[in-house]
Nanobody, 126 residues
Framework: QVQLVESGGGLVQAGGSLRLSCAAS????????VAWFRQVPGKERELVAT???????YYDPSVKGRSTISRDKAKNMVSLQLNSLKPEDTAVYYC????????????????????WGQGTQVTVSS
């Protein structure tokens, strides 16, 4: 059982930055595809960014150019740097992992991930 713990959320003014981190309980985390999704009340959970097992990144157009997803194998962690934050970025951000991943394949759908964290709230004030 893989446990994922998100951290780094909080309240920030528009234009500010946050760094979200996802820490895993297993050393084999470096072999997983990992993604960040976000959800606001009443809406479906949506993909923000993902990184393949081979460290190929993908960004949703809504955050492309102002976000960076990265993996730190030594720390067993995947981070999401969010810059130039906007009020519409306000959501609960979830980390997800897929344990059986092809090395360079990018996975976009919720159902493709089999482990999830509890989420961290990001609130951007205008």
């Amino acid at each position: 059982q893989v446990q994922l713990v998100e951290s780094g959320g909080g309240l920030v003014q528009a234009g500010g930055s946050l760094r979200l981190s996802c820490a895993a309980s297993e050393r084999s985390f470096s072999n997983y595809a990992v993604a960040w999704f976000r959800q606001v009340p009443g809406k479906e959970r949506e993909l923000v960014a993902t990184i393949s097992r081979g460290n190929t990144p993908y960004y949703d157009p809504s955050v492309k150019g102002r976000s960076t997803i990265s993996r730190d194998k030594a720390k067993n962690m995947v981070s999401l740097q969010l810059n130039s934050l906007k009020p519409e970025d306000t959501a609960v951000y979830y980390c997800a992992a897929r344990t059986n991943s092809n090395i360079y394949q990018v996975y976009y759908l919720l159902r493709e991930y089999n482990y999830w964290g509890q989420g961290t709230q990001v609130t951007v004030s205008s």
